[in-house]
């Protein structure tokens, strides 16, 4: 167990509709990361928040955001969902620093969008 | 193109022979990563090297990062089929402060 938790586990959902997926991070991490997985694209960086303000970002579409929370925990909410969009999103957590450091992963949320 | 090339593809070895993963680069690698992931599951931490010609090993497992920090190997010792899994490296590739990862490599054991 990482210590990162992720809900829901499982989503499924329709075309053009909006979800939350939701992050807390380990306990004392400050910063957070998306990542999007899928079988052609493979692992891709999505966005990282430390301490509430966005740090760096990847390859993220404009009709996905994210935020980080007073508490640390994350958000990250996908919206217009096309069938493209079905993936594993999953978030990892790092310590204290905002430079890159070993990442922890959650479990995961799996989005179907049928 | 992948920033980040791992090969093989997929690996199917005999249980207790030994085998190695490589993940390339063009660019200068600035902290390189070894995860390891069970098919649906979430990112297991292996390893991680920052310094040109940097050597660390885990249990049966050893990674080393060249000399120009643009290739890294992991090294099984003695597969056991608690090694089965997805292998994935990731780098932060020339100091863009975000990683970026291998397509990955999927590592069979048979008995």
């Known amino acids: 167990d990482s210590g990162v938790t992720q809900t829901p586990k499982h989503l499924i959902t329709a075309t053009g509709q909006r979800v939350t997926l939701r992050c807390s991070p380990r306990?004392?991490?400050?910063?957070v990361y998306w990542y999007q997985q899928s079988l052609d694209q493979g692992l891709q960086f999505l966005i990282q928040?430390?301490?509430?303000?966005?740090?760096a970002k990847g390859n993220i579409l404009e009709r996905f955001s994210a935020q980080q929370f007073p508490d640390l925990h994350s958000e990250l909410n996908l919206s217009s969902l096309e069938l493209g969009d079905s993936a594993l999103y999953f978030c990892?957590?790092?310590?204290?620093?905002?430079?890159?450091?070993?990442?922890?992963f959650g479990p995961g949320t799996r989005l179907t969008v049928l | 193109s992948q920033e980040l090339e791992q090969s093989p593809q997929s690996l199917i070895v005999q249980e207790g022979k030994n085998l190695t993963i490589n993940c390339t680069s063009s660019?200068?690698?600035?902290?390189l990563y070894w995860y390891k992931q069970k098919y649906g599951e979430g990112l297991i931490f292996l390893m991680m090297l920052q310094k040109g010609g940097e050597e660390k090993s885990h249990e049966k497992i050893t990674a080393k990062l060249d000399e120009k920090k643009q290739q890294s190997s992991l090294h099984i010792t003695a597969s056991q089929p608690s090694h089965a899994g997805i292998y994935l490296c990731g780098a932060d590739i020339q100091g863009a402060q975000k990683l970026v990862f291998g397509q990955g490599t999927r590592l069979t054991i048979n008995p």
């Open positions: 928040y430390y301490n509430g303000e966005e740090r």
């Open positions: 306990s004392g991490d400050l910063s």
């Open positions: 990892a957590s790092s310590g204290q620093g905002a430079g890159l450091d070993e990442q922890f």
């Open positions: 660019k200068t690698l600035y902290g």
